[in-house]
C-alpha cells in the first residue's frame, strides 16, 4: 500500500468514560490525603530533580488520579526522593510516598 | 408618638432587624412581598458548613418576630423607597420614620447559560432544585434511577463577564461543596466532580469542610470550566472541560450536572435607586454609604441596609447586618427626637 505520510492523530483530551481508574483508586485508597492536594506548585517549585529535568510532579500525580497512567512510572523515577517537596507542601501530603506509591502501583505501565 | 420604622424584606437580616428594634422599644413594619416570612431560606435544606437544618434557623426566628409582636404585611411589595415613607405596588403609601431595606437578592436564572441546557435536558439541575429535592426527601433521577456520576459546575451565574455578573457572589462555592458532600452521603458508590474556576472559602469552617470533600468524601476538584453540556444515546449528558492543572482537555459522560448557580442583584434594586441619593454598585447592588462604619447606611439620611441587597452574603452576615441596621436606626431616631 503506498504509504502517503498522512496520520490520525489521537485524541489528547483525557476520556474518564474510558480511563481505566481502577489503580487509581488503589491508590487514593491507600493515601487519600493526595485528594487534597490544591495544585498550589510548591512541590513542583521545590523540586531538585524538576529543576534540572522536565519532571512535575504535581502534574504525574493529577494525571494518575484522573488515570493517566502512561509514562507516570518513568517520570516518577526521576525524583531524586530528596523530599524538599514534603517540607513545603501546604496540605501536609507525604509526597515523597506518594511518589514510592505511584512507582509500586504503576511499575507495569 | 412612637416612631416607626419600615423594614423592606421579611427574609433573615428583615427578621433580625424588626427583633433588634423591638428590643429598643422601636416599632417596626415588615413589608413583605410573597406570602410568608423567611425569604430564600425556605427553600433551602441545609446550612453549609455545619449541616444545620434551614428550619432551625429560620422557626426560631419567626417564633420571635411573632412573639414580639411585629406588624408583618405579607404580599405587599414596595415599588418605591423614601427616607419617610415606602410606596407598595398596590399605589398605598406607607409612612415611616426610617426605612431598612432588606430585599435580598435574585438566584441567577440558570437558562441564561445555554450552554449547559438547564431546561433543555432534563439532568440538569441547579443548586436551588438539589435544595427543594432534599426537602421532598427525593434526589433521583427522571427515570428514578440513583445517579453513577455527578458533575458540580462551579460559578455559573458569577466572574462571567457575558452574562453581565462580574461578581463573586462568595457563599456558592461552599454550597457546592457542602452539596457533592450530601450527594456523596446519599450514593455513595456515586462519583462527585467539582468542576472550578477558584475555590473561594471565606468563612469559618469552609476549608476544613472543602479539605474534608477531598480526603474522607473522595470528591473529585477538577480545575477548569465545563464549556458545554450535549445529550448522549443514553440519555447522559457529555461534559468538556480542560483540566487546567495537568493541560488538556477533559471529556465524561455524567447522569447529572449540578450547575451552582450565583447571586445577582435583586430585581427591586433598580425602583429602590430611583429615590434620590440611593444608587447601585456597577453589580447592581445597593451602594452602601461606606464599605466599613456605614456598611448598613445607605447615602441619605433614614434609609438603611441590611442583609444581601447590598451584596453576597451568607445567613449569620446577614442577620447580623440586620442586627447592626437596627442599632444604627435607634441612633438616628434618637437624635431626631
Known amino acids: ?109 | 408618638m412612637s416612631k416607626k420604622v419600615i423594614i423592606v424584606g421579611g427574609g433573615v437580616a428583615g427578621m433580625q432587624a424588626a427583633l433588634s428594634l423591638k428590643g429598643q422599644g422601636i416599632d417596626s413594619v415588615i413589608v413583605e412581598k410573597s406570602d410568608r416570612l423567611g425569604g430564600k431560606l425556605c427553600d433551602w435544606h441545609k446550612l453549609f458548613p455545619t449541616f444545620t437544618p434551614a428550619s432551625e434557623v429560620l422557626g426560631p426566628l419567626k417564633e420571635a418576630v411573632e412573639r414580639a409582636g411585629v406588624e408583618v404585611r405579607t404580599g405587599a411589595e414596595a415599588e418605591r423607597i423614601a427616607p419617610d415613607s415606602v410606596l407598595l405596588k398596590s399605589g398605598e403609601r406607607l409612612s415611616a420614620d426610617a426605612v431598612v431595606v432588606c430585599s435580598g437578592f435574585d438566584l441567577f436564572d440558570a437558562r441564561i447559560k445555554e450552554e449547559y441546557g438547564y431546561g433543555i435536558y432534563d439532568n440538569v439541575y441547579t443548586t436551588a432544585d438539589i435544595e427543594r429535592m432534599m426537602n421532598e426527601g427525593a434526589v433521583a433521577l427522571p427515570g428514578g434511577h440513583a445517579p453513577r456520576r455527578i458533575a458540580f459546575l462551579h460559578c455559573v451565574g458569577s466572574r462571567d463577564e457575558k452574562v453581565g455578573q462580574r461578581h463573586c457572589s462568595r457563599v456558592c462555592c461552599i454550597t457546592g461543596v457542602k452539596q457533592a458532600m450530601e450527594m456523596k452521603t446519599l450514593f455513595p458508590q456515586c462519583e462527585v466532580y467539582n468542576f472550578y474556576m477558584d475555590i473561594r472559602m471565606f468563612g469559618p469552617g469552609y476549608e476544613e469542610l472543602y479539605r474534608q470533600a477531598q480526603e474522607e468524601y473522595n470528591i473529585h476538584f477538577v480545575r477548569g470550566r465545563i464549556s458545554e453540556a450535549s445529550p448522549t444515546f443514553d440519555g447522559r449528558l457529555q461534559i468538556k472541560a480542560e483540566d487546567t492543572l495537568v493541560g488538556r482537555p477533559l471529556k465524561m459522560s455524567v447522569d447529572m450536572l449540578v450547575l451552582i448557580i450565583g447571586m445577582r442583584a435583586g430585581e427591586s434594586n433598580g425602583r429602590f435607586a430611583q429615590c434620590p441619593g440611593v444608587g447601585c454598585a456597577s453589580n447592581g447592588f445597593l451602594a452602601p454609604a461606606d464599605l466599613f462604619s456605614g456598611s448598613v447606611l445607605s447615602p441619605v439620611e433614614g434609609v438603611f441596609y441590611a442583609g444581601t441587597v447590598t451584596a453576597p452574603k451568607n445567613v449569620g452576615e446577614s442577620m447580623s447586618e440586620g442586627a447592626y441596621a437596627a442599632l444604627r436606626v435607634a441612633e438616628y431616631l434618637g437624635a431626631r427626637s
Open chain 1, 1 to 109: 500500500m503506498i504509504q502517503w505520510g498522512y496520520t490520525i492523530n489521537q485524541p489528547r483530551a483525557v476520556n474518564l468514560d474510558r480511563n481505566d481508574l481502577t489503580a487509581a483508586r488503589r491508590i487514593i485508597r491507600q493515601m487519600p490525603e493526595l485528594q487534597a492536594c490544591i495544585a498550589c506548585g510548591s512541590c513542583t517549585a521545590t523540586c531538585t530533580a524538576g529543576n534540572l529535568t522536565q519532571f512535575n510532579f504535581r502534574k504525574v500525580h493529577t494525571l494518575v488520579r484522573r488515570g493517566e497512567y502512561e509514562g507516570a512510572y518513568e517520570e516518577m523515577n526521576k525524583c531524586m526522593l530528596c523530599g524538599k517537596c514534603r517540607l513545603v507542601c501546604p496540605r501536609g501530603i507525604n509526597t515523597r510516598g506518594v511518589v514510592m506509591l505511584i512507582k509500586r502501583e504503576l511499575g507495569e505501565y
